[in-house]
Nanobody, 117 residues
Framework: VQLQAFGGGLVQAGSSLRLSCAAS????????MGWFRQAPGKERRFVSA????????VYAESVKGRFTISRDKANNMVYLQMNSLKPEDTATYYC???????????WGQGTLVTVSS
C-alpha cells in the first residue's frame, strides 16, 4: 500500500485545517488508519486512529475535542479535521495503516503543519 498525506500549510492559531491521506490498494475492514505527528526535535507521537470497518475512533488527549478523524471508504481516503489549532500543534503529520492502534506497518510521507501564534 502507498499512503500519501497532503493538506498541510501555515495557519494562525485558532484556525482550522483538514489533512487528507490517500491510500492506494484495498483497505480492509480490519485495518486501522492513523495519524501521527512529529514536531522538530521530538519523537513521533500518535494523534488519532480510526478502524476502517466499524469507524470507531481514538484520539490523543492533546487533540480531543479539537481534531476529528474520518474516512471515505468509497475513495480510500482518511481525513483529519483540525480545529482550534495551537502553536504546539506544529509538526509534520503522517498517515499510517496498521492492524491495531499500536501496530502500524505502512507509512506515508509527511505533510507539514505550522501554526503561528
Amino acid at each position: 500500500v502507498q499512503l500519501q498525506a497532503f493538506g498541510g500549510g501555515l495557519v494562525q492559531a485558532g484556525s482550522s485545517l483538514r489533512l487528507s491521506c490517500a491510500a492506494s490498494g484495498r483497505t480492509f475492514s480490519s485495518h486501522v488508519m492513523g495519524w501521527f505527528r512529529q514536531a522538530p526535535g521530538k519523537e513521533r507521537r500518535f494523534v488519532s486512529a480510526i478502524r476502517w470497518g466499524a469507524g470507531t475512533t481514538v484520539y490523543a488527549e492533546s487533540v480531543k475535542g479539537r481534531f476529528t478523524i474520518s474516512r471515505d471508504k468509497a475513495n480510500n481516503m482518511v481525513y483529519l479535521q483540525m480545529n482550534s489549532l495551537k502553536p504546539e500543534d506544529t509538526a509534520t503529520y503522517y498517515c499510517a495503516r496498521g492492524t491495531s492502534t499500536t501496530d502500524f506497518q505502512s507509512w506515508g510521507q509527511g505533510t507539514l503543519v505550522t501554526v503561528s501564534s
